[in-house]
Protein backbone atom coordinates (compact mmCIF):
# COMPACT_ATOMS: atom_id res chain seq x y z
CA UNK A 1 0.00 0.00 0.00
CA UNK A 2 0.81 3.49 -1.10
CA UNK A 3 2.01 6.07 2.17
CA UNK A 4 0.33 9.62 2.42
CA UNK A 5 2.80 10.08 5.94
CA UNK A 6 5.19 12.66 4.07
CA UNK A 7 6.36 14.03 1.04
CA UNK A 8 10.20 12.94 1.44
CA UNK A 9 9.67 9.23 0.88
CA UNK A 10 10.82 8.77 -2.70
CA UNK A 11 14.07 9.46 -3.37
CA UNK A 12 15.42 11.92 -5.95
CA UNK A 13 13.28 13.14 -9.47
CA UNK A 14 14.66 12.41 -12.72
CA UNK A 15 15.73 15.91 -13.52
CA UNK A 16 17.85 16.71 -10.50
CA UNK A 17 19.54 13.31 -10.96
CA UNK A 18 20.57 14.00 -14.51
CA UNK A 19 22.34 17.12 -13.12
CA UNK A 20 24.07 15.14 -10.83
CA UNK A 21 25.03 12.61 -13.68
CA UNK A 22 26.36 15.61 -15.47
CA UNK A 23 28.86 16.52 -12.65
CA UNK A 24 30.40 13.19 -12.57
CA UNK A 25 33.78 14.16 -14.34
CA UNK A 26 33.98 17.32 -12.68
CA UNK A 27 36.56 18.27 -9.65
CA UNK A 28 35.27 21.41 -7.92
CA UNK A 29 36.39 23.14 -4.79
CA UNK A 30 35.01 22.60 -1.18
CA UNK A 31 32.90 24.15 1.14
CA UNK A 32 30.45 26.28 -1.57
CA UNK A 33 33.32 27.82 -3.36
CA UNK A 34 32.85 26.01 -6.67
CA UNK A 35 31.09 27.12 -9.62
CA UNK A 36 28.34 25.24 -9.35
CA UNK A 37 27.18 26.71 -6.20
CA UNK A 38 27.56 29.93 -7.80
CA UNK A 39 25.51 29.69 -10.90
CA UNK A 40 23.21 28.30 -8.46
CA UNK A 41 23.33 31.42 -6.61
CA UNK A 42 22.84 33.69 -9.53
CA UNK A 43 20.45 31.49 -10.64
CA UNK A 44 18.38 31.85 -7.87
CA UNK A 45 19.01 35.81 -7.76
CA UNK A 46 17.20 36.18 -11.02
CA UNK A 47 14.06 34.60 -9.63
CA UNK A 48 14.20 36.60 -6.82
CA UNK A 49 15.10 39.82 -8.82
CA UNK A 50 17.23 40.43 -6.01
CA UNK A 51 21.23 41.01 -6.77
CA UNK A 52 22.28 41.83 -3.54
CA UNK A 53 21.13 38.54 -2.03
CA UNK A 54 22.97 36.43 -0.02
CA UNK A 55 23.19 32.99 -0.56
CA UNK A 56 24.39 29.61 1.45
CA UNK A 57 23.19 25.93 0.55
CA UNK A 58 22.44 24.15 3.35
CA UNK A 59 22.01 20.43 4.47
CA UNK A 60 18.37 20.37 6.00
CA UNK A 61 15.74 22.08 7.90
CA UNK A 62 16.57 21.45 11.15
CA UNK A 63 20.15 22.48 10.87
CA UNK A 64 19.30 25.39 9.11
CA UNK A 65 16.53 27.07 11.57
CA UNK A 66 19.27 26.13 14.74
CA UNK A 67 21.98 27.89 12.23
CA UNK A 68 20.15 30.91 11.24
CA UNK A 69 18.39 31.68 14.40
CA UNK A 70 21.20 31.11 16.85
CA UNK A 71 23.29 33.46 14.64
CA UNK A 72 20.95 36.21 14.31
CA UNK A 73 19.65 36.52 18.92
CA UNK A 74 22.02 37.32 21.32
CA UNK A 75 21.98 35.39 23.97
CA UNK A 76 19.50 36.97 25.86
CA UNK A 77 17.30 37.31 22.98
CA UNK A 78 14.19 35.03 22.04
CA UNK A 79 12.52 33.93 18.67
CA UNK A 80 8.66 33.71 18.71
CA UNK A 81 6.61 31.14 16.97
CA UNK A 82 3.44 29.59 16.61
CA UNK A 83 2.31 26.52 19.29
CA UNK A 84 2.69 24.37 16.13
CA UNK A 85 5.45 25.30 14.67
CA UNK A 86 8.49 23.06 13.66
CA UNK A 87 11.12 24.96 16.06
CA UNK A 88 8.81 24.19 18.60
CA UNK A 89 6.97 21.08 18.08
CA UNK A 90 9.55 18.63 15.73
CA UNK A 91 13.04 20.01 16.28
CA UNK A 92 14.10 17.93 19.88
CA UNK A 93 14.71 21.57 21.36
CA UNK A 94 16.95 22.50 18.95
CA UNK A 95 16.82 26.17 19.52
CA UNK A 96 16.54 25.67 23.06
CA UNK A 97 20.02 23.57 23.01
CA UNK A 98 21.50 26.99 21.69
CA UNK A 99 20.46 28.88 24.30
CA UNK A 100 17.16 30.35 23.03
CA UNK A 101 13.76 30.66 24.15
CA UNK A 102 10.81 29.94 21.80
CA UNK A 103 8.13 32.05 22.80
CA UNK A 104 5.02 30.54 21.61
CA UNK A 105 1.50 31.98 20.37
CA UNK A 106 -2.00 30.00 20.24
CA UNK A 107 -2.95 30.09 16.24
CA UNK A 108 -6.09 28.67 14.89
CA UNK A 109 -4.72 28.31 11.38
CA UNK A 110 -1.13 27.91 11.81
CA UNK A 111 -0.46 31.64 11.34
CA UNK A 112 1.18 34.19 13.25
CA UNK A 113 -0.31 38.10 12.73
CA UNK A 114 0.98 41.35 14.16
CA UNK A 115 -2.40 41.22 16.72
CA UNK A 116 -0.93 37.98 17.88
CA UNK A 117 2.67 39.53 18.43
CA UNK A 118 1.31 42.47 20.31
CA UNK A 119 0.81 40.66 23.42
CA UNK A 120 4.43 39.26 23.27
CA UNK A 121 5.87 42.47 23.05
CA UNK A 122 3.68 43.78 25.71
CA UNK A 123 4.61 41.43 28.09
CA UNK A 124 8.29 41.13 27.76
CA UNK A 125 8.66 45.01 28.61
CA UNK A 126 12.07 45.00 30.81
CA UNK A 127 15.15 42.93 31.02
CA UNK A 128 14.40 40.70 33.47
CA UNK A 129 12.51 38.36 31.00
CA UNK A 130 13.92 37.45 27.13
CA UNK A 131 13.98 40.28 24.80
CA UNK A 132 11.92 39.03 21.84
CA UNK A 133 13.93 40.24 18.58
CA UNK A 134 12.86 37.23 15.78
CA UNK A 135 9.89 35.90 14.40
CA UNK A 136 9.84 32.52 12.90
CA UNK A 137 6.94 31.81 10.43
CA UNK A 138 6.82 29.27 7.91
CA UNK A 139 4.94 28.48 4.27
CA UNK A 140 3.13 26.68 4.06
CA UNK A 141 2.66 26.23 7.68
CA UNK A 142 3.00 23.00 9.79
CA UNK A 143 -0.89 22.79 9.46
CA UNK A 144 -0.87 23.38 5.20
CA UNK A 145 -2.08 26.46 5.62
CA UNK A 146 0.14 29.42 3.16
CA UNK A 147 0.65 33.42 3.87
CA UNK A 148 -0.82 36.03 1.23
CA UNK A 149 0.80 38.56 0.07
CA UNK A 150 -0.94 41.10 2.48
CA UNK A 151 -0.57 39.31 5.44
CA UNK A 152 3.09 38.88 4.88
CA UNK A 153 3.82 42.64 4.04
CA UNK A 154 1.83 43.70 7.26
CA UNK A 155 3.32 40.90 9.32
CA UNK A 156 6.84 42.34 8.18
CA UNK A 157 5.93 46.17 8.34
CA UNK A 158 5.25 45.36 12.05
CA UNK A 159 8.45 43.58 12.52
CA UNK A 160 9.71 46.50 11.54
CA UNK A 161 8.55 49.29 13.21
CA UNK A 162 9.08 46.83 16.40
CA UNK A 163 12.47 46.12 15.82
CA UNK A 164 12.07 42.27 15.01
CA UNK A 165 13.75 40.08 12.19
CA UNK A 166 10.96 38.12 9.99
CA UNK A 167 12.29 34.63 9.07
CA UNK A 168 10.46 32.60 6.94
CA UNK A 169 10.87 28.72 6.73
CA UNK A 170 10.28 27.57 3.60
CA UNK A 171 10.55 23.80 4.04
CA UNK A 172 6.82 23.79 1.66
CA UNK A 173 7.26 26.56 -0.08
CA UNK A 174 6.81 25.44 -3.56
CA UNK A 175 3.64 24.13 -2.47
CA UNK A 176 2.69 27.29 -1.09
CA UNK A 177 3.87 29.34 -3.79
CA UNK A 178 2.25 26.71 -5.74
CA UNK A 179 -1.19 27.43 -4.18
CA UNK A 180 -4.60 28.09 -6.29
CA UNK A 181 -4.98 31.00 -4.18
CA UNK A 182 -1.66 31.73 -3.67
CA UNK A 183 -0.39 35.68 -4.49
CA UNK A 184 2.62 35.35 -3.60
CA UNK A 185 5.85 35.54 -5.32
CA UNK A 186 9.43 34.63 -4.80
CA UNK A 187 10.88 38.28 -5.49
CA UNK A 188 7.55 39.18 -2.48
CA UNK A 189 9.61 36.81 -0.40
CA UNK A 190 12.74 38.93 -0.96
CA UNK A 191 11.28 42.08 0.04
CA UNK A 192 8.71 40.87 2.85
CA UNK A 193 11.47 38.73 4.74
CA UNK A 194 15.16 39.69 6.46
CA UNK A 195 15.89 35.81 5.79
CA UNK A 196 13.80 33.02 4.18
CA UNK A 197 15.18 29.48 2.67
CA UNK A 198 13.94 27.74 -0.66
CA UNK A 199 13.25 24.19 0.57
CA UNK A 200 14.54 20.91 -1.72
CA UNK A 201 14.31 18.33 0.59
CA UNK A 202 10.36 17.88 -0.03
CA UNK A 203 9.89 18.74 -3.55
CA UNK A 204 12.10 16.31 -5.36
CA UNK A 205 16.08 16.82 -3.75
CA UNK A 206 18.18 13.95 -2.33
CA UNK A 207 18.15 17.07 0.28
CA UNK A 208 19.19 20.61 0.94
CA UNK A 209 17.89 23.70 1.38
CA UNK A 210 18.87 27.45 0.14
CA UNK A 211 18.71 30.06 2.30
CA UNK A 212 18.79 33.64 1.60
CA UNK A 213 19.67 36.68 3.58
CA UNK A 214 17.54 39.81 2.39
CA UNK A 215 18.91 41.89 4.86
CA UNK A 216 22.56 42.22 5.04
CA UNK A 217 23.22 43.31 8.35
CA UNK A 218 22.08 40.20 10.02
CA UNK A 219 24.14 37.73 7.95
CA UNK A 220 28.15 38.65 9.12
CA UNK A 221 29.96 36.46 9.44
CA UNK A 222 27.11 33.58 9.22
CA UNK A 223 30.05 31.22 7.52
CA UNK A 224 31.65 30.99 10.80
CA UNK A 225 28.20 29.86 12.94
CA UNK A 226 27.48 27.36 9.86
CA UNK A 227 31.08 25.83 10.29
CA UNK A 228 30.45 25.60 14.16
CA UNK A 229 26.89 23.85 13.61
CA UNK A 230 28.38 21.42 10.84
CA UNK A 231 26.13 23.20 8.16
CA UNK A 232 28.80 23.75 6.02
CA UNK A 233 29.10 20.89 3.60
CA UNK A 234 32.76 19.75 1.65
CA UNK A 235 30.96 19.12 -1.00
CA UNK A 236 28.44 22.21 -1.01
CA UNK A 237 27.78 21.60 -4.59
CA UNK A 238 25.54 18.53 -4.21
CA UNK A 239 22.93 20.81 -2.68
CA UNK A 240 23.79 23.58 -5.41
CA UNK A 241 23.28 21.53 -8.11
CA UNK A 242 19.51 20.08 -7.57
CA UNK A 243 18.57 23.46 -6.64
CA UNK A 244 19.90 25.17 -9.95
CA UNK A 245 18.16 22.10 -11.24
CA UNK A 246 14.76 23.10 -9.86
CA UNK A 247 15.21 26.74 -10.46
CA UNK A 248 15.03 25.57 -14.44
CA UNK A 249 11.75 25.47 -16.30
CA UNK A 250 9.81 26.33 -13.22
CA UNK A 251 10.47 22.72 -12.50
CA UNK A 252 10.63 24.29 -8.80
CA UNK A 253 6.48 25.21 -8.93
CA UNK A 254 5.39 22.99 -11.16
CA UNK A 255 6.61 19.92 -8.58
CA UNK A 256 4.57 21.98 -5.77
CA UNK A 257 1.96 22.36 -7.97
CA UNK A 258 1.40 18.65 -8.64
CA UNK A 259 1.87 17.54 -4.40
CA UNK A 260 -0.95 20.15 -4.43
CA UNK A 261 -3.21 18.83 -7.17
CA UNK A 262 -3.17 15.23 -6.13
CA UNK A 263 -4.25 16.43 -2.15
CA UNK A 264 -6.82 18.12 -4.25
CA UNK A 265 -7.93 15.19 -5.44
CA UNK A 266 -7.66 13.65 -1.83
CA UNK A 267 -10.07 16.46 -0.44
CA UNK A 268 -12.54 15.88 -2.94
CA UNK A 269 -13.00 12.33 -1.58
CA UNK A 270 -13.35 13.27 1.77
CA UNK A 271 -15.69 16.25 1.09
CA UNK A 272 -17.74 13.84 -0.57
CA UNK A 273 -17.82 10.99 2.13
CA UNK A 274 -18.80 14.21 4.52
CA UNK A 275 -15.95 14.22 6.59
CA UNK A 276 -14.43 17.59 8.44
CA UNK A 277 -10.99 19.34 8.11
CA UNK A 278 -9.13 20.82 11.14
CA UNK A 279 -7.51 23.41 9.07
CA UNK A 280 -8.17 24.98 5.81
CA UNK A 281 -7.26 22.76 3.47
CA UNK A 282 -4.73 24.95 1.01
CA UNK A 283 -1.75 22.74 0.07
CA UNK A 284 -0.42 19.45 0.06
CA UNK A 285 -1.90 18.16 3.89
CA UNK A 286 -4.80 17.66 4.66
CA UNK A 287 -6.02 17.45 8.45
CA UNK A 288 -9.20 15.31 8.25
CA UNK A 289 -11.52 14.55 11.10
CA UNK A 290 -12.46 10.69 10.52
CA UNK A 291 -14.90 8.23 12.13
CA UNK A 292 -12.81 5.94 14.63
CA UNK A 293 -14.21 3.12 12.72
CA UNK A 294 -12.60 4.26 9.51
CA UNK A 295 -9.92 5.51 10.76
CA UNK A 296 -8.58 2.42 12.09
CA UNK A 297 -9.25 0.61 8.63
CA UNK A 298 -7.18 3.62 7.08
CA UNK A 299 -4.66 2.81 9.81
CA UNK A 300 -4.23 -0.97 9.39
CA UNK A 301 -3.74 -0.59 5.60
CA UNK A 302 -1.84 2.94 4.97
CA UNK A 303 0.97 5.14 6.51
CA UNK A 304 -0.44 8.38 7.50
CA UNK A 305 -0.17 10.69 10.65
CA UNK A 306 -2.53 9.84 13.40
CA UNK A 307 -2.99 13.09 15.71
CA UNK A 308 -5.17 11.41 18.15
CA UNK A 309 -8.62 11.41 19.16
CA UNK A 310 -10.52 14.83 18.00
CA UNK A 311 -13.80 14.21 20.37
CA UNK A 312 -15.38 10.67 21.45
CA UNK A 313 -16.62 10.08 17.79
CA UNK A 314 -13.54 10.98 15.70
CA UNK A 315 -9.73 10.69 14.98
CA UNK A 316 -7.68 13.66 13.45
CA UNK A 317 -5.56 11.69 10.74
CA UNK A 318 -3.16 14.12 8.15
CA UNK A 319 -2.52 13.20 4.69
CA UNK A 320 0.36 14.57 3.17
CA UNK A 321 0.71 13.88 -0.92
CA UNK A 322 4.44 14.62 -2.47
CA UNK A 323 5.80 15.39 -6.17
CA UNK A 324 5.82 11.93 -6.50
CA UNK A 325 2.01 11.11 -5.90
CA UNK A 326 0.15 9.34 -8.84
CA UNK A 327 -3.36 8.81 -9.74
CA UNK A 328 -3.00 5.81 -9.34
CA UNK A 329 -2.22 6.15 -6.29
CA UNK A 330 -5.43 8.06 -5.52
CA UNK A 331 -7.47 6.02 -7.01
CA UNK A 332 -6.66 2.66 -5.32
CA UNK A 333 -7.28 4.50 -1.64
CA UNK A 334 -10.69 6.18 -3.29
CA UNK A 335 -11.43 2.69 -3.28
CA UNK A 336 -10.75 1.50 -0.27
CA UNK A 337 -11.96 4.44 1.32
CA UNK A 338 -15.56 3.67 -0.64
CA UNK A 339 -15.76 0.18 0.60
CA UNK A 340 -14.69 0.53 4.30
CA UNK A 341 -17.18 3.37 4.17
CA UNK A 342 -20.06 1.35 3.67
Not at 28 to 46: F, R, V
Amino acid sequence: MYDFLNDYNQTVHPSLLKSFVETTNKKLSGYGLDECCHQAKENIKKRLKSPNADIHFMPGGTITNLTVISHILKPYQAVIATESGHINVHETGAIEATGHKVLTVKSHDGKLTPELLKPVLAHHRDEHMVQPKLVYISNTTELGTIYSKQELKKLYQFCQNNQLYLYLDGARLAMALAAKDNDLTFPDLAKYTDVFYIGGTKVGAFAGEALVFNKLTINQDFRFSMKQKGAILAKSWIVAVQMNALMQNNLYIKLGKHSNYMADKLQTLFENAGFSFLSKPQSNQLFVSVPKRLAKKILAHYSVDNLGAIDEAHIGLRFCTSWATQDVEIDDFAKHLTKWNK
